[in-house]
């Protein structure tokens, strides 16, 4: 920085593909500042730096900053500075600040542009971390597969020319790809590249003709490169694209997506290039699911379920038992259930298993060095999730460990009710999920009670577990309304969190589905997908109405039929118990 003459250097959580979850290649921030959390920006100047992060990592960042000299800021907190207006604040007209371009979308880049801009700062296009990095990881080099033809419930020549129809409607004759979800999902093809996440390090470029998937070389095999070749597809070298955009006509039209490609991969994209801004379209085709895909979806989720009442049935047992396990044991013997399933791939993230005080924390995860031993009372918090190659997983149980304070059940079913009255919900064609957003929160509202984060997240098809562009969560100001569609996959996870004490989050996962129509218009609804009782030994049934009591029959109804034929012994007792109506 002080050879460069720059005052600040903003280390964001980026890749060139602007992905959510990164390769190790990418975490520069991580390996910056030791903090592991999958969100956050790292500003350092000549004598400060500053971890800006979200509520769900203030006391994880506090703990692994500490000795560090880096201060923890907490963003969306009441009279605390994001980093940009820190920036602002702190250092004088003039100076001069850089950010890496393969860690800046062109998005990015004018909005960080005009914020520093407004200060009199300017901004510098540098990869300054990669400069003292002298450790740092190779690309990844994990085969890339493909994803099996009875589950893909597609072909790439279809996905292939829908996409160009798409280009056709936007003028394009050239489109860029970067996103990694998209890539995979065009391609049909499935990687391990990012934890958790089945997707591969890669650019697409599409013309009229002819495809070109840029990879590192050795990942595809010899066979499956004479698959995708047969499709239209033909593969390069991963550093190529450059060259390729380098060398593209004065009369092309490139569309790419300003939030999901990198600076430094457009820098030698041409100046007559017209470039055509706008979401890939591959974005929202993925979103919705097929009805081929839904079936086997709920097939995993009925695998998924049994694992899990094995998995629970089996913690609840020893912990009453008097056994010792820690919230280690519950990510194994969780992972290790499913991993008794057929076409199970792995977790579909960091399993969160918080117990009583651990489940206040939204993103906690315990390590070798902070995790709570287990005891026969209080609520356990278990957030987890499973890829399949038929779909991909995600849900959230609380289960009462022993005996529980009236303070902990009244908790436990005003979540539940925010959680069944949307997944009840009714609503017009076109609404978004920020439309819908306080259904869920209305019972928490009534007792004077909110949580920080989103309602429900879209989810990928044995693709990322978090998907766009769909959502549920409070409106912002100008922030998009995408109407759910039918198809449509989307958690519904109401929580609610006491610092020091107990975290409640409810978590199923529902498609949206087409409901009767009236003279009103078109309607849509949820259908639950997620199959796995809910615990009823802490719930205070007086606090639900009549309708979400029967909801809540009904679906343990459905939940014990599906899954009692893939359960025997003490598992089937155990649904049978949990499953059990509440009139009983």
């Given at each position: 920085m002080q050879a460069a003459g720059i005052a600040a250097c903003i280390v964001p959580t980026a890749d060139p593909h602007l992905s959510e979850y990164l390769p190790a290649h990418w975490k520069a921030r991580e390996w910056l500042s030791g903090f592991t959390g999958s969100a956050g920006t790292l500003v350092v100047t000549a004598d400060a730096a500053g971890l800006w992060t979200d509520s769900r990592y203030f006391e994880q960042a506090e703990r692994?900053?500490?000795?560090?000299?880096?201060?923890?800021?907490?963003?969306?907190?009441?009279?605390?500075p994001e980093h940009?207006?820190?920036?602002?604040?702190?250092?004088?007209?003039?100076?001069?600040?850089?950010?890496?371009?393969?860690?800046?979308?062109?998005?990015?880049?004018?909005?960080?542009?005009?914020?520093?801009?407004?200060?009199?700062?300017?901004?510098?296009?540098?990869?300054?971390?990669?400069?003292?990095?002298?450790?740092?990881?190779?690309?990844?080099?994990?085969?890339?597969?493909?994803?099996?033809?009875?589950?893909?419930?597609?072909?790439?020549?279809?996905r292939l020319a829908d996409l160009r129809r798409q280009m056709q409607r936007t003028g394009a004759t050239h489109h860029l790809v970067s996103s990694l979800d998209d890539i995979a999902w065009i391609t049909l093809l499935r990687g391990g590249d990012v934890e958790y996440n089945p997707v591969f390090v890669a650019h697409l470029l599409l013309d009229a003709r002819q495809a070109t998937l840029f990879v590192t070389p050795g990942k595809i095999d010899t066979a499956l490169a004479g698959a995708l070749r047969e499709d239209g597809i033909v593969l390069a070298d991963y550093a190529g694209i450059a060259d390729a955009l380098g060398t593209l006509?004065?009369?092309?039209?490139?569309?790419?997506?300003?939030?999901?490609?990198?600076?430094?991969?457009?820098?030698?994209?041409?100046?007559?290039?017209?470039?055509?801004?706008?979401?890939?379209?591959?974005?929202?085709?993925?979103?919705?699911?097929?009805?081929?895909?839904?079936?086997?979806w709920r097939e995993v989720m009925a695998r998924d379920g049994a694992a899990l009442v094995r998995a629970f049935r089996q913690i609840d047992a020893r912990v009453r038992a008097g056994q010792r396990l820690t919230e280690l044991d519950v990510d194994a013997i969780v992972t290790g259930e499913r991993a008794r399933e057929d076409d199970f791939a792995g977790p579909s993230f960091a399993t969160i298993a918080g117990y009583a005080a651990n489940g206040a924390l939204p993103h906690y995860r315990a390590s070798a060095g902070h995790h709570a031993t287990l005891a026969p009372r209080g609520l356990l918090l278990?957030?987890?999730?499973?890829?399949?190659?038929?779909?991909?997983?995600?849900?959230?149980?609380?289960?009462?460990?022993?005996?529980?304070?009236?303070?902990?059940?009244?908790?436990?079913?005003?979540?539940?009710?925010?959680?069944?009255?949307?997944?009840?919900?009714?609503?017009?064609?076109?609404?978004?999920?920020?439309?819908?957003?306080?259904?869920?929160?209305?019972?928490?509202?009534?007792?004077?009670?909110?949580?920080?984060?989103?309602?429900?997240?879209?989810?990928?098809?044995?693709?990322n577990?978090?998907?766009?562009?769909?959502?549920?969560?409070?409106?912002?100001?100008?922030?998009?309304?995408?109407?759910?569609?039918?198809?449509?996959?989307?958690?519904?996870?109401?929580?609610?969190?006491?610092?020091?004490?107990?975290?409640?989050?409810?978590?199923?996962?529902?498609?949206?589905?087409?409901?009767?129509?009236?003279?009103?218009?078109?309607?849509?609804?949820?259908?639950?997908l997620t199959l796995c009782p809910?615990?009823?030994?802490?719930l205070q049934p007086q606090l639900l109405d009549a309708d979400a009591r029967a909801w809540l029959d009904a679906y343990h109804a459905r939940v014990r039929e599906t899954l009692a034929p893939r359960l025997s012994g003490a598992d089937r007792d155990w649904l049978d118990a949990r499953c059990a109506p509440l009139a009983a």
């Amino acid at each position: 920085m002080q050879a460069a003459g720059i005052a600040a250097c903003i280390v964001p959580t980026a890749d060139p593909h602007l992905s959510e979850y990164l390769p190790a290649h990418w975490k520069a921030r991580e390996w910056l500042s030791g903090f592991t959390g999958s969100a956050g920006t790292l500003v350092v100047t000549a004598d400060a730096a500053g971890l800006w992060t979200d509520s769900r990592y203030f006391e994880q960042a506090e703990r692994e900053l500490q000795g560090s000299g880096i201060a923890l800021m907490k963003q969306r907190v009441p009279h605390a500075p994001e980093h940009l207006t820190w920036l602002g604040e702190y250092l004088q007209r003039g100076a001069r600040v850089a950010v890496a371009p393969d860690m800046l979308s062109p998005a990015g880049e004018r909005q960080l542009r005009a914020a520093l801009q407004a200060a009199g700062i300017a901004l510098e296009l540098q990869d300054l971390p990669a400069m003292v990095w002298s450790d740092r990881p190779a690309l990844p080099d994990a085969p890339i597969l493909q994803h099996a033809p009875r589950f893909a419930c597609a072909t790439r020549a279809q996905r292939l020319a829908d996409l160009r129809r798409q280009m056709q409607r936007t003028g394009a004759t050239h489109h860029l790809v970067s996103s990694l979800d998209d890539i995979a999902w065009i391609t049909l093809l499935r990687g391990g590249d990012v934890e958790y996440n089945p997707v591969f390090v890669a650019h697409l470029l599409l013309d009229a003709r002819q495809a070109t998937l840029f990879v590192t070389p050795g990942k595809i095999d010899t066979a499956l490169a004479g698959a995708l070749r047969e499709d239209g597809i033909v593969l390069a070298d991963y550093a190529g694209i450059a060259d390729a955009l380098g060398t593209l006509p004065a009369d092309a039209r490139l569309l790419l997506d300003p939030a999901r490609v990198a600076v430094a991969t457009l820098a030698a994209v041409p100046a007559d290039v017209c470039r055509i801004e706008a979401d890939n379209p591959s974005t929202a085709a993925k979103a919705v699911k097929s009805s081929g895909e839904l079936a086997h979806w709920r097939e995993v989720m009925a695998r998924d379920g049994a694992a899990l009442v094995r998995a629970f049935r089996q913690i609840d047992a020893r912990v009453r038992a008097g056994q010792r396990l820690t919230e280690l044991d519950v990510d194994a013997i969780v992972t290790g259930e499913r991993a008794r399933e057929d076409d199970f791939a792995g977790p579909s993230f960091a399993t969160i298993a918080g117990y009583a005080a651990n489940g206040a924390l939204p993103h906690y995860r315990a390590s070798a060095g902070h995790h709570a031993t287990l005891a026969p009372r209080g609520l356990l918090l278990v957030d987890s999730g499973g890829q399949y190659a038929g779909g991909t997983t995600d849900i959230t149980r609380v289960w009462a460990l022993g005996e529980t304070s009236a303070q902990e059940r009244d908790d436990f079913t005003r979540v539940l009710a925010g959680m069944i009255a949307l997944s009840r919900a009714r609503f017009p064609a076109g609404a978004s999920g920020p439309q819908l957003d306080a259904l869920a929160r209305a019972p928490l509202w009534a007792a004077g009670c909110d949580y920080g984060h989103g309602t429900g997240h879209g989810v990928g098809y044995f693709l990322n577990v978090h998907e766009g562009p769909h959502g549920i969560r409070p409106p912002m100001p100008g922030g998009s309304l995408v109407a759910l569609q039918p198809g449509m996959v989307t958690s519904i996870e109401p929580g609610l969190y006491r610092a020091g004490r107990h975290g409640v989050r409810h978590e199923n996962l529902a498609a949206t589905r087409t409901a009767p129509s009236s003279e009103f218009g078109e309607f849509l609804e949820f259908e639950t997908l997620t199959l796995c009782p809910i615990d009823t030994r802490p719930l205070q049934p007086q606090l639900l109405d009549a309708d979400a009591r029967a909801w809540l029959d009904a679906y343990h109804a459905r939940v014990r039929e599906t899954l009692a034929p893939r359960l025997s012994g003490a598992d089937r007792d155990w649904l049978d118990a949990r499953c059990a109506p509440l009139a009983a």
